[in-house]
């Protein structure tokens, strides 16, 4: 059973910077693409960032390209989500998700097997 734990949200001014970690207890990280996704109030789960298998290959939504870098440690099992120049849109619970795949990325949330339990990720203006 793959277990995702997500730790690093907290209340920010608008314009910082935060950084998320999601250790995944598997055997195999390598064998995992990894994404990260956020749920606002009233809104639907929309993906933020993925990253394939082996860290070549990255995605980020167009609402956070240029600000947010999604990035992987093999050795520590985890994956980031460094949030840079924060803004009040960026509020919500921001989950790690994992899908067993080689190649690619994964966007689509229902293609996922495994997720967090999510953090909050609050900026104010």
């Known amino acids: 059973q793959v277990q995702l734990v997500e730790s690093g949200g907290g209340l920010v001014q608008a314009g910082t910077s935060l950084r998320l970690s999601c250790a995944a207890s598997v055997r195999t990280f390598s064998s995992y693409v990894m994404g990260w996704f956020r749920q606002a109030p009233g809104k639907e789960r929309e993906i933020v960032a993925a990253i394939s298998s082996t860290g070549g290959s990255t995605y980020y939504s167009d609402s956070v390209k240029g600000r947010f870098t999604i990035s992987r440690d093999s050795a520590k099992k985890t994956v980031y989500l460094q949030m840079n120049s924060l803004k009040p849109e960026d509020t919500a619970v921001y989950y790690c998700?994992?899908?067993?795949?080689?190649?690619?990325?994964?966007?689509?949330?229902?293609?996922?097997?495994?997720w967090g339990q999510g953090t909050q990720v609050t900026v104010s203006s």
């Open positions: 998700a994992a899908r067993p795949a080689r190649v690619g990325v994964t966007l689509s949330s229902a293609r996922y097997n495994y």
